[in-house]
């Protein structure tokens, strides 16, 4: 399926600091979602985004879907501890039926 | 409320056996999916059903795997004869297009370790 590029690959910030990370596509996609796992469990929906310029939030955490459909971007603000995981974007292809593409995921470690 | 249901948790054999991987959706969901993890190639959609039926395979690696789905509240992913590279985490999850098809419930997981 189409490969979506997320970024950072990684990231270590300290406690109360903002996160922001992002995932780009070459196509154009219908939706756009953010999950979030946690180690030795499956992924976790965190936001669903489903029109494009649509900005929505769910506590600490906002996401865009882009203007060009083609890009979406996370935010957390003041993270703490319980926010560490991996966070993965996914987004659903206009062609592709019910299937969803999976970013490589943002490593995120947050340091008290 | 219980949510997607996937047995076993861990699974380690031998290269060559025969791998069974269970899933159970959610009560009333009508489109199950199955997806392959690893490190390099993150989050990969194998093959997922609508109402027991599969509607895209492409994703199968190669004939050396099959799933079936038998009924509405059970789906299996076999593996035979399993290789060392098809050690993975291996995650079933389920949706409902009444609401949003967009929106899949993943199960934990069954992390597959072929020696």
């Known amino acids: 399926g189409q490969q979506l590029n997320q970024s950072p690959q990684s990231m270590f910030i300290q406690e109360g600091e903002d996160v922001s990370m992002n995932c780009t596509s070459s196509?154009?996609?219908?939706?756009w979602l953010w999950y979030k796992q946690d180690p030795g469990e499956g992924p976790v929906l965190l936001i669903a985004?489903?029109?494009?310029?649509e900005l929505t939030s769910n506590g600490r955490l906002t996401a865009q879907f882009g203007i060009t459909r083609k890009d979406s971007f996370l935010n957390i603000s003041a993270s703490i501890p319980s926010d560490v995981g991996i966070y993965f974007c996914?987004?659903?292809?206009?062609?592709?039926?019910?299937?969803?593409?999976f970013g490589k995921g943002t490593s995120l470690l947050v340091t008290p | 409320d219980a949510g997607v249901i996937q047995s076993p948790r861990h699974e380690v054999t031998e290269m060559g056996q025969e791998v069974t991987l269970r899933c159970k959706p959610i009560?009333?969901?009508?489109?199950l999916f199955w997806y392959r993890q690893t490190m390099m190639r993150g989050l990969e959609l194998l093959i997922y059903?609508?109402?027991?039926?599969?509607?895209?395979d492409s994703g199968m690696p190669e004939d050396r795997f099959s799933a079936k789905m038998p009924n509405a509240s059970f789906s299996t992913l076999k593996i035979q004869p399993s290789e060392p590279r098809d050690s993975a985490v291996y995650f079933c999850?389920?949706?409902?297009?009444?609401?949003?098809?967009?929106?899949?419930?993943f199960g934990p997981g069954t992390r597959l370790t072929v020696l």
């Open positions: 059903f609508n109402n027991n039926v599969p509607i895209d």
């Open positions: 985004l489903y029109k494009a310029g």
């Open positions: 996914a987004g659903q292809p206009s062609n592709s039926g019910y299937a969803l593409n």
């Open positions: 196509s154009i996609f219908n939706t």
């Open positions: 999850a389920s949706s409902f297009e009444g609401t949003s098809t967009d929106t899949q419930y």
């Open positions: 009560s009333g969901h009508d489109y």
